[in-house]
């Protein structure tokens, strides 16, 4: 089964990010994420534009931004340019969530949507044929190190399907509460992405032996 494990920088050490990244590089992952918080969509703030550049010109990684902001379309161009490769953004955060969608792709990134636990999976129906992604929070965002709600298994289980049938290789992607517990059932329920922050870089272990035990739980 292939399932690809995307870290979260939001968890790193940000003293140490450099050597952070490069060691899940060397643990053979090609993509991590950027999560752009703005402390009015979540209650928290994180990173930006600077950071992002900053990484496209120090690794080969695939960088997959994740805009937890208000008015992403606002923002698109510049993360575009900073080098993002992938951009999602949020259905709750914009009104005009297909001329979000469709900016995306026409920079010629991929495009993801997430929903945040209390969402429908429905929402995303009328968009579905835009999405490279379709991103399941399976926490409230705004801060690492939550537990995965449960309760989000059918929704994942129910866009893999609804991707399937569109046929446009879009995937879903699960973001929060991603540990060697969680995992298995998130993947099970139809999860090709798995985005996992404190279980890869704030368990304690070394990162490439936290990376090898989720690789080993999906199975």
């Keep these: 089964m292939t399932v690809e ?3 979260s920088i939001l968890s790193a050490d940000f003293a140490n990010l450099e050597r952070d990244v490069r060691a899940v590089m060397d643990a053979g992952i090609k993509k991590i994420q950027v999560d752009v918080m703005d402390g009015r969509f979540v209650p928290n703030i994180s990173v930006g534009l600077p950071v992002v550049r900053s990484l496209k010109a120090q690794t080969d990684a695939v960088l997959d931004v994740h805009l937890m902001i208000v008015e992403p379309e606002r923002w698109i161009e510049q993360f575009a340019e900073a080098g993002a490769d992938v951009i999602t953004v949020h259905a709750e955060a914009t009104v005009h969530l297909h001329r979000a969608l469709t900016q995306i792709r026409a920079l010629g990134l991929r495009a993801g949507a997430a929903i945040n636990p209390a969402t429908p999976a429905g929402v995303l129906s009328e968009v579905l044929p835009l999405l490279d992604l379709a991103v399941v929070m399976s926490v409230d965002p705004g801060f690492g190190g939550q537990r995965f709600i449960e309760a989000v298994l059918p929704k994942i289980s129910h866009l893999a399907s609804a991707l399937n049938a569109v046929g446009n290789g879009g995937v879903v992607q699960v973001d929060g509460g ?28 070394s990162i490439a032996h936290a990376i090898k035990a989720l690789q080993e739980a999906v199975h």
Excluded: W, Y
Excluded at 181 to 200: D, F, H, L, Q, Y
């Design 5 to 7: 494990i995307i870290p």
């Design 178 to 205: 991603i540990d060697v517990n969680t995992i298995g059932r998130a993947v099970a329920a139809g999860a090709k992405e798995c985005v996992a922050g404190s279980s890869v870089f704030s368990l304690g272990d």
